[in-house]
Nanobody
Framework: QVQLVESGGGLVQAGGSLRLSCAAS????????MGWFRQAPGKERENVAT????????VHADSVKGRFTISRDNAKNTVFLQMNGLKPEDTAVYYC?????????????????WGQGTQVTVSS
């Protein structure tokens, strides 16, 4: 079992930056591939980025590629999402999720544990 708590969300102007953190407790974070997802009002939840257990492999959604970067620090049981060049369309609740699968995936149903989410609002 692992518990996930996101933080770092907030209100920012377009073009600004935020760094989201996902702190894990319980089972060590290195046991899980991790993903960041987001859900905007009226839209389905979508994958933003994924990272393998060791952090050696990452995948970013086309919509955020070049702007967002997922990373992890297993020694601190934390995964991060650095968000630069934020756009109004990035406004959403961002969720951290953990998967027991050895390979990271963007498929939502393959993630076993979820955080409560943190709100990111980007104003124009």
């Amino acid at each position: 079992q692992v518990q996930l708590v996101e933080s770092g969300g907030g209100l920012v102007q377009a073009g600004g930056s935020l760094r989201l953190s996902c702190a894990a407790s319980g089972r060590t974070l290195s046991s899980y591939a991790m993903g960041w997802f987001r859900q905007a009002p009226g839209k389905e939840r979508e994958n933003v980025a994924t990272i393998s257990r060791s952090g050696g492999n990452t995948v970013h959604a086309d919509s955020v590629k070049g702007r967002f970067t997922i990373s992890r620090d297993n020694a601190k049981n934390t995964v991060f999402l650095q968000m630069n060049g934020l756009k109004p369309e990035d406004t959403a609740v961002y969720y951290c999720a953990a998967s027991l699968l050895p390979i990271a995936s963007g498929a939502e149903n393959l993630y076993n544990y979820w955080g409560q989410g943190t709100q990111v609002t980007v104003s124009s």
